[in-house]
């Protein structure tokens, strides 16, 4: 059976002070994929991200989720993804218990919360407050989410930064779990990762021919 | 449906007030700063009882916006830095019941106190004890459209913390709020039907809940995107 289609882009521009960002992006992605998006710094990726948790609108192009325009399934749309950005949404003033409760759906158990803080391995952290964590802690924190989540598509910008072996090869564990369930993932990362088989797409500055 | 509006409410509501508790010092600067200005004002103008308890409606009130405006300039600003505000902009709820949980937290952390705190300055102006329950009143329903209007503000001087500009902004919406919080319990000082400036207060509330979220939902994105 074909892999069901779960999000075409259509070639997404994006323009800031009147010139285009990056060269329009046009992919697809199915069920059980990933998508590796590759480029140099200041290439546009994050906002390439913001674009597609519709926290920023492009200047042409097109987003189809499951074969619908966005437009039409907002709600389907934003309930069944999940995206980690640079900034971990963690409380300082919250233990990674609270921070994690309240990120995830409502009515996740804490006997679920605690496994998934297990996984990250702070599983002795889980009443301390976050401002006591380190940054790679933090993060950890954040990525405990994908344990917790119902979502089916993954936008992860740049998951890894922050994290030691063991927090890659967790993480890298996570999402291939996520790929085997059917789900799907848009990443982007600059390192090379050894457990997901992913497709690449190369995200080029915008150059204007004269 | 109704289980994705309550979903939003209560988990920022949830979160905000255990943000409030944890963040002493944000909870109790502006309390400090209420008790200890109008501890002041008896000391500085001559200690008489009738004169005190007929400027305490304006002095209470003016000391309790000052008090909520030094305390809602932070309301968003931390979730844009940290990106919790990026994860409530995403949310498939509809983005007011998050935005409500938020503000009814501030005013649970804020309002809420100054309320409770109030009969003390009543004592010390004098006040006549027949208009505590009025002041009280009309606290509790004002402080939470201070906490509506000032969020409106806070959203809109994103990515700034509001500080002056903040000010200028929701200073004149805070006006309707003082002339009737103060009428209400100036006519229970005098004796009169307090019940009439306090409707209107209720009504500025009703006023206020209905339409600050939108210009809040509009501020919020606004900022993100700018």
């Given at each position: ?28 992605l199915n069920?059980?994929?990933a ?26 192009g ?20 999940l995206f ?76 890894f ?35 997901i ?14 | ?23 002493k010092?944000?909870l ?11 501890a ?52 498939p ?18 309002g809420?106190?100054l309320t ?17 329950m ?25 990515p ?9 902004l929701?200073?004149p ?54």
């Open positions: 059976m074909a892999a069901a289609n779960i999000l075409k882009i259509k070639s997404l521009a994006f323009e800031r002070n009147d010139a285009l960002l990056f060269e329009p992006v046009s992919f697809e069920s059980g994929e998508l590796h998006v590759e480029g140099a710094n200041g290439a546009g990726k994050t906002t390439l991200f913001q674009l597609l948790i519709k926290m920023l609108e492009p200047c042409s097109e987003l189809l989720f499951r074969g619908q325009p966005v437009s039409e399934c907002h709600f389907e749309y934003l309930s069944d993804i980690i950005g640079h900034q971990s949404a963690v409380k300082a003033a919250l233990t990674a218990s609270e921070n994690l409760s309240w990120m995830s759906p409502q009515g996740t158990s804490s006997e679920k919360i605690a496994a998934a803080l297990q996984s990250v391995g702070l599983e002795h952290y889980a009443n301390v407050p976050c401002y006591r964590l380190s940054a790679g802690q933090h993060r950890r924190v954040a990525l405990a989410r994908l344990m917790t989540t119902s979502a089916s598509l993954w936008y992860l910008d740049e998951p930064a922050a994290l030691d072996k063991q927090g890659v090869d967790f993480i890298e564990g996570c999402m291939q779990n996520h790929l085997n369930r059917g789900g799907s993932i848009v990443f982007s990362s600059h390192q090379d990762l050894v457990k088989a992913a497709r690449s797409y190369r995200l080029n500055p915008f150059r204007e021919v004269v | 449906m109704y289980n994705y509006l309550s979903a939003g409410f209560m988990a920022y509501l949830r979160r905000d007030l255990l943000l409030g508790i944890r963040n010092s944000d109790v600067k502006p309390l400090i700063f209420f008790l200890l200005v109008s002041l004002v008896p000391l500085a103008i001559a200690p008489e009882a009738e004169r005190l308890s007929q400027l305490a409606p304006g002095i209470i009130w003016i000391f309790a916006v000052l008090a909520t405006l030094l305390s809602v300039e932070r309301l968003f600003s931390d979730d844009l830095q940290d990106g919790s505000l990026e994860q409530m902009l995403m949310s709820n509809l983005l007011i019941m998050p935005i409500l949980g938020k503000i009814t937290a501030h005013w649970v952390v804020i809420l106190p409770l705190l109030s009969p003390v300055i009543g004592v010390w102006f004098s006040l006549p004890t027949i208009a505590v009025p002041m009280m009143l009309s606290l509790a329903i004002g402080t939470a459209v201070l906490s509506l209007i000032g969020a409106v503000g806070a959203a809109l001087t994103l700034r913390q509001g500080g002056v500009l903040l000010a200028l929701v200073m919406l805070y006006m309707p709020v003082l002339i009737f919080g103060s009428a209400v319990i100036q006519s229970a000082v005098d004796g009169l039907d307090w019940t009439a400036p306090l409707a209107i207060l209720a009504a500025l509330l009703a006023i206020a809940v209905a339409l600050c979220p939108l210009a809040i939902n509009a501020g919020l994105r606004l900022a993100k995107n700018g």
